[in-house]
């Protein structure tokens, strides 16, 4: 869980296993999307890093946040490891937010339950652009980083289960 001052994007790359040979969806938002294109950049490039092949990162564009529901479910048909779902939604002046943030977050809690292939929640629910900015490669980092090491981590769960 991050905390007020924490960048998102500092961890120890030593303690991320080999990403070779898995199999990576990742599911993004056009809502937002200098937000949730900075996420993916973020989340691709980890990937990459801890060894995973471009070509084993599948990506898929949704119109918004409330549709990464369905698109991350279809991603678990399409026999990867573990699913990204990368959004953004910032408070407006009516309830919509909310309603959005709580069907989102349960839809991809769901999916957990449901089946046997980790969905990752990067969805920022941020009060301002401001802080979305801040925490899509801003001040406190790229959330993208930490959707992909967890996205690793839950690839290699899953095998070992």
């Not at 303690?15 to 599911?27: E, L």
């Not at 950049?41 to 119109?63: C, K, M, R």
């Not at 991809?108 to 292939?117: A, G, R, S």
Request: hydrophobic share 40%; aromatic share 8%.
């Amino acid at each position: 869980m991050a905390t007020k001052n924490q960048n998102l994007s500092d961890y120890d790359k030593n303690t991320i296993p080999n990403a070779k040979d898995f199999r990576f969806g990742i599911v993004v938002s056009e809502w937002n999307s200098t937000i949730t294109d900075n996420l993916f950049q973020g989340a691709f490039d980890t990937l990459v890093a801890h060894g995973a092949l471009s070509e084993n990162i599948v990506s898929w564009h949704v119109p918004g946040s409330y549709e990464l529901i369905y698109g991350s479910k279809k991603m678990q048909d399409q026999k990867v490891d573990a699913v990204i779902a990368i959004g953004c939604v910032i408070q407006g002046d009516t309830k919509h937010f909310d309603f959005v943030c709580e069907a989102v977050s349960q839809g991809i809690k769901d999916l957990n339950v449901m089946h046997d292939t980790p969905v990752i929640f990067c969805v920022l629910t941020d009060n301002t652009m401001q802080q979305s900015i801040d925490r899509s490669g801003g001040k406190h980092g790229n959330k993208g980083i930490e959707a992909a090491v967890a996205a690793i981590k839950m690839a290699v769960l899953r095998q070992q289960a």
